[in-house]
């Protein structure tokens, strides 16, 4: 339940089901109630009835009750008349013996016959009405007991009963068909909470797949469309849209920064250095100043190769760094850093070894580029690479695309340092001297990674400490360009 969509499909469908609960509960209280007293009403009416028939009958004959043996028993032809009745009917004597009963009251088992009978049992008993447990099978029963005084001495009381159950669609068959009900209900609205969900939020999903396409570094300057809703959807697309205009407004102060900064110091940079190699060539310089001179050029050359670099990364992030594509075979352009890193290698003392295609492997790429992304590997791996180790450089095609390889058998990069390895300014060992055993200011790679992306390409590394690297780039035949 990670998404929003879930949590508010879950949330959704709790509150249903906690409604659905509190509607049911309510709809049974109410029916059990209403239940009730619908019987309460029918019981009423057979007593009365009852009642009366027994009066009237009383009025007419003067004597109801005969005597057979020990047992007084309500006049045959009187009973059958009260045996009519289709609820429980008991008709009580004076000294709490049953006179007579109803034809459904007959079956009753003696134990619940006698529960049934007990609240006329009672001398003195007032007209009531309530609930009894007869037991298994009849369950609780709702009865109403009234005492007949004019019916002469031998009749004290009748009583009438109907199981609770009974009533028409009672609480039970409401429970029973919300049970069924419920879960069909619970499933639909899960369904509809998931769709609903989903919808709300589909114009928060589309925000953060523009945004998410936006924030790749190259399109600040693009904005959100803004619904015409003017909803919270729209407030939100017009934050967005400030906060990039923001973005693009202190991102683009950074680069043009960068860039007026890199492109004022180029010319004093040459100047100070056409004024030292002056220098170095005038005649009769103290050795201990020569040796200096040549490390302030060696400073003076390493800083021009810094200010280059970001002016080139400058100018690439602000979208002013066009590719001057040409179609070339990338044989030509291999063969000729392999030779510049064969020098470099010579001196260093690593071997270079290069391996090309028979076939012409064309493409149209902007080849001055393309050679300073080659050499920008070439050289880290113969400065990394102690004495005695190799570089290969391969150059391979498939249907698709070009690959170049560099491989060195060097120290190797450590695994935890490799995601940083392109990012500017980064170097493993920033402790290390500049311009020491392995000069550099960490935006070769940098550089190297906005060349291969502007082809539409990827580079690719694997290394092992001690082991060596290989990096790869990969250019794609049908290339979609960035620039
Ligand atoms: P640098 O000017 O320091 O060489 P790069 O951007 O070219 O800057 O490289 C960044 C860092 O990546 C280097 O400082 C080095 O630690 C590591 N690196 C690059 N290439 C290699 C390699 N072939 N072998 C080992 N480490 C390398």
């Not at 100047?271 to 003076?300: F, K, N, W, Y």
């Not at 300073?372 to 450089?393: D, F, R, W």
Request: glycine letters at 8%.
């Amino acid at each position: 339940m990670t998404t929003i969509r879930w949590r508010l499909t879950l949330w959704y469908t709790v509150a249903l089901a906690v409604t659905v609960l509190a509607f049911g509960t309510a709809l049974y209280l109410e029916r059990r109630q209403s239940g009730i007293k619908e019987l309460d009403q029918r019981l009423s009416l057979e007593a009365d009835l009852a009642h009366r028939w027994l009066t009237e009958s009383y009025k007419v004959l003067g004597r109801i009750v005969t005597t057979n043996g020990s047992n007084p028993a309500l006049d045959p032809g009187i009973s059958a008349y009260l045996e009519s009745i289709r609820d429980y009917l008991v008709v009580a004597g004076s000294a709490g013996q049953v006179l007579a009963l109803s034809e459904v009251t007959r079956p009753l088992p003696a134990d619940a016959l006698e529960r049934l009978a007990a609240p006329l049992d009672t001398s003195g008993f007032r007209r009531h009405i309530g609930t009894l447990p007869l037991g298994s099978p009849t369950g609780a029963v709702r009865y109403l007991a009234i005492p007949v005084d004019d019916a002469g001495p031998s009749i004290s009381g009748l009583l009438v009963a109907t199981p609770t159950g009974q009533a028409a669609f009672g609480p039970g068959d409401l429970l029973r068909s919300m049970l069924l009900i419920a879960p069909v209900i619970l499933v639909g609205a899960g369904l509809v909470g998931y769709w609903l969900a989903g919808t709300s939020l589909r114009p928060v999903q589309t925000i953060m797949d523009e945004v998410e396409a936006i924030s790749d570094g190259r399109s600040l300057h693009r904005r959100l469309a803004v619904p015409l809703s003017g909803d919270e959807m729209g407030r939100l697309a017009l934050t967005v849209n400030g906060m990039l205009a923001r973005l693009e407004q202190s991102f683009g102060s950074l680069h043009r920064f960068t860039a007026d900064a890199s492109h004022e110091l180029k010319t004093p940079l040459m100047v100070l250095r056409a004024g030292v190699e002056r220098a170095l060539v005038h005649p009769g310089i103290p050795p201990e100043i020569l040796q200096s001179l040549d490390e302030t050029l060696a400073q003076i050359n390493q800083m021009t190769e810094m200010v280059e670099s970001l002016l080139t990364l400058a100018r690439a992030d602000e979208g002013r760094a066009p590719l001057a594509v040409e179609e070339c075979d990338l044989r030509e352009l291999v063969a000729d850093v392999a030779e510049t890193a064969g020098m470099l290698g010579e001196s260093a003392g690593v071997t270079e070894v290069h391996s090309l295609p028979d076939a012409p492997v064309r493409l149209a790429v902007d080849r001055h580029r393309i050679r300073e992304m080659l050499l920008n590997i070439v050289t880290n791996a113969i400065k990394y690479t102690p004495q005695g180790g190799t570089i290969a450089l391969s150059l391979e095609q498939d249907d698709e695309a070009v690959t170049f390889s560099v491989r060195d058998s060097g120290i190797g990069i450590a695994p935890g340092d490799l995601p940083h390895i392109f990012e500017r300014f980064w170097r493993a060992d920033p402790a290390r001297s500049r311009t020491g055993e392995r000069p550099g200011v960490g935006l070769g790679l940098a550089i190297t990674k906005w060349i291969v992306e502007a082809h539409g390409g990827s580079i690719n590394v694997q290394s092992r400490p001690s082991r060596g690297s290989v990096f790869t780039v990969r250019l794609p035949k049908s290339i979609s360009r960035v620039t």
